[in-house]
């Protein structure tokens, strides 16, 4: 028999079991008293402490203005916030962690974003940056401008992910953590700079050890968007040749050695000349031709060189690693794997089919 002191306790459980409660402490989510967050931007404070800003409030008709705490852990930022703004600040819409490059170099980044890869609150679409400048003398100057432009910065994202059009490196958390739990795969995230007035795409950053390592912007981040990320790209402007190719897709052939000291890149592209400033006559068949070789030559260049460029800094973001996987052998380890690829001999071959001017055709 259960003893008489025990029954409340009993009544006040079963009443808790019969609402559907599953913990005596219910969040309050009243859309009047809380303010989304869309971004968390992420700086280097004084004192070895993070500095983090975000922009409130996001929904409603009320002037903003941009928040900003000295923080020795991300999770005290959303509680500082709190105390100082008279709405409940509540994560379940963050879309952007933007984090300064200056942080990104020294490392520890990774745990900044499994505090928020780990939170059952934050979506695992949010879009990783690192931004070059001050992020937050650009939103301050904008709130005068436009004052919805944490928004159109997601959207600006959103919009190039679901297109795919080679424009510019978009990642996501989960993307990101994927490549850095997995061998062979070094993580990327896109670089912006911004200051006062302007915010605008750099390149591609590549990590190891959590730490940016190096940069890849102009025709090396194009040539990075053909071999690896969205295998297409919508322009390829080379100047020195006076061309620029158009809706351009890719198909990458990879070829390693039995011994590992030599790989073999075969890509093929599939493109439009969308324009040409040059002296040659392109709608003769042989001349043609010799431009096109002069393309083949000049990307067979630049290929080799960046790939030559991540040998010495030791990073494989193309994941040419993974082909050494084979069913039914022992796999070499990460480490092994990087010294092959350090010392690797580097044939990168390019093969061009293009359609002139006037005789364009759709290819995507």
């Not at 922009?55 to 959303?78: A, H, M, T, Y």
């Not at 790209?233 to 061309?243: G, N, Y």
Request: net charge negative; aromatic share 10%; glycine share 4%.
């Amino acid at each position: 028999m259960v003893p008489y002191k025990h029954y409340g306790l009993l009544a006040i459980v079963s009443l808790m079991w019969m609402a559907g409660c599953s913990s005596p402490y219910v969040e309050n989510n009243k859309i009047e008293e809380i303010a989304p967050v869309v971004f968390w931007s992420v700086d280097k404070g004084t004192e070895g402490k993070l500095k983090i800003s975000t922009l409130v409030p996001p929904l409603i008709q009320e002037k903003k203005r941009l928040l900003s705490k000295e923080v020795n852990l991300l999770k005290q930022g959303d509680q500082k916030f709190n105390l100082i703004y008279y709405r409940e600040l509540k994560q379940g819409q963050l879309r952007m962690l933007l984090i300064n490059e200056e942080l990104a170099k020294k490392g520890g980044i990774e745990k900044l974003i499994n505090t928020i890869l780990v939170d059952p609150d934050i979506s695992m679409r949010v879009y990783l940056l690192i931004i070059r400048g001050d992020f937050d003398e650009y939103i301050k100057n904008q709130l005068t401008k436009q004052e919805n432009q944490d928004y159109f910065l997601y959207r600006m994202l959103k919009h190039y992910e679901e297109h795919n059009q080679g424009e510019m490196s978009i990642v996501n958390i989960h993307t990101f953590m994927k490549k850095v739990y997995s061998p062979f795969k070094d993580p990327i995230l896109p670089v912006f700079h911004s200051d006062k007035n302007n915010f605008n795409y750099v390149g591609t950053a590549i990590f190891q050890n959590d730490k940016e390592v190096m940069v890849i912007q102009d025709v090396d981040d194009n040539i990075f968007q053909l071999l690896d990320n969205d295998h297409f790209l919508k322009v390829l402007a080379i100047p020195k040749l006076s061309i620029s190719l158009g809706r351009i897709r890719s198909n990458v052939g990879v070829k390693l050695s039995r011994d590992y000291s030599s790989l073999s890149l075969h890509v093929r592209l599939n493109a439009r000349i969308e324009e040409y400033q040059g002296e040659m006559n392109i709608q003769s068949q042989e001349q043609l031709e010799h431009l096109i070789h002069e393309v083949e030559v000049y990307l067979e260049e630049q290929t080799s060189d960046l790939l030559k460029r991540m040998q010495r800094w030791k990073v494989d973001p193309l994941e040419v690693g993974t082909h050494s996987l084979k069913p039914f052998s022992k796999q070499i380890t990460e480490e092994q794997w990087l010294k092959y690829w350090e010392n690797m001999k580097i044939n990168v071959d390019y093969e061009i089919k293009v359609h002139p001017l006037n005789w364009s055709v759709e290819v995507r």
